[in-house]
Nanobody
Framework: VQLVESGGGSVQAGGSLRLSCAVS????????MGWFRQAPGKEREGVAG???????????YYDDSVKGRFTISQDNAENTLYLQMSSLRPEDTAMYYC??????????????????WGQGTQVTVS
């Protein structure tokens, strides 16, 4: 499984960015994927998650800090996971990672439950 993030950058507060995660080799019929972030000196935290069966999205999840501002989605034809981020704030500054797992029945934002991780893309909001 390979996950490759892109789309990070520097933006002013109130601006928008769309992160992409190209996914290859992840073929679980029952799947869960997520976006996580880690700021310097802080633990990695869940931002948004998406789970489904046979490429059909059944559930989406968001951390309270991003509800109403971020949207997670997937394009099955392109094997790509997205995170649309709007109304960005300085506290959203972090390295953002996409992740995939083979575990189910575990809270979506449990970092240790994810088997596969991308290399991360930096988001800086000033």
């Amino acid at each position: 499984v390979q996950l490759v993030e892109s789309g990070g950058g520097s933006v002013q507060a109130g601006g928008s960015l769309r992160l992409s995660c190209a996914v290859s080799g992840y073929t679980n019929s029952a799947y869960c994927m997520g976006w996580f972030r880690q700021a310097p000196g802080k633990e990695r935290e869940g931002v948004a998650g998406i789970c489904g069966i046979s490429s059909r999205t059944l559930w989406t999840y968001y951390d309270d800090s991003v509800k109403g501002r971020f949207t997670i989605s997937q394009d099955n034809a392109e094997n790509t996971l997205y995170l649309q981020m709007s109304s960005l704030r300085p506290e959203d500054t972090a390295m953002y990672y996409c992740a995939a797992r083979e575990t189910h029945g575990v809270p979506w934002n449990r970092v240790g439950s994810y088997n596969y991780w991308g290399q991360g893309t930096q988001v800086t909001v000033s």
